[in-house]
T-cell receptor
């Protein structure tokens, strides 16, 4: 089992460029999440999808969009990247709110 | 929103020592989890423990939900235990975990 797989591992963007971070899980989990991790700020939820077909905003959704493509895949899109979006992005999944959360290995994004 | 505080913020141990990490939260919770972020940045789920005590090898965790705290015990620490330990809680009927700011642990030879 691969668990939660994120691509790419690293990315450098120029201000204004767009990109999509991909995430897939093979654990048949219902819920998927996108977090960002910044020094001194801990992990903050960007968007989540409680089940296939639904998405909801988290704590810091501005500047991002998401798509729950199917039960396995949940992508995060930056339409016009800004330096403030330089961060490490983690995708995670769980069976539901009452079960353990499993993380991917992260994507380190730098916006110059 | 709920406040999640972890202590100590930093901890240095000699290999073989024991330690206790604490997570305090400001409201009742439905769900509490402990994670370890290793020096390579990977986040590993250690425990799902909304109440009671669980053990996994040298690690154990106890959550006293009525008193709004959880403890993570590390016994006979090893250098591979180094990293940041996070607790995260879920409140009410929501579906979103709130993370504490972590305890940075360094285990030295």
């Amino acid at each position: 089992n691969a668990g939660v797989t994120q691509t790419p591992k690293f990315q450098v963007l120029k201000t204004g460029q767009s990109m999509t971070l991909q995430c897939a899980q093979d654990m048949n989990h219902n819920s998927m999440y996108w977090y960002r991790q910044d020094p001194g700020m801990g992990l903050r939820l960007i968007y989540y999808s409680a089940s296939e077909g639904t998405t909801d905003k988290g704590e810091v959704p501005n500047g991002y969009n998401v798509s729950r493509l199917n039960k396995r895949e949940f992508s995060l899109r930056l339409e016009s990247a800004a330096p403030s979006q330089t961060s490490v992005y983690f995708c995670a999944s769980s069976r539901g709110w009452d079960s353990p959360l499993h993380f991917g290995n992260g994507t380190r994004l730098t916006v110059t | 929103g709920i406040q999640v505080e972890q202590s100590p913020p930093d901890l240095i141990l000699q290999e073989g020592a024991n330690s206790t990490l604490r997570c305090n939260f400001s409201d009742s919770v439905n769900n509490l989890q402990w994670f370890h972020q290793n020096p390579w940045g990977q986040l590993i789920n250690l425990f799902y423990i909304p109440s009671g005590t669980k053990q996994n090898g040298r690690l154990s965790a106890t959550t006293v939900a009525t008193e709004r705290y959880s403890l993570l015990y590390i016994s006979s620490s090893q250098t591979t235990d180094s990293g940041v330990y996070f607790c995260a809680v879920l409140t009410g009927g929501g579906n979103k975990l709130t993370f504490g700011t972590g305890t940075q642990l360094k285990v030295e030879l």
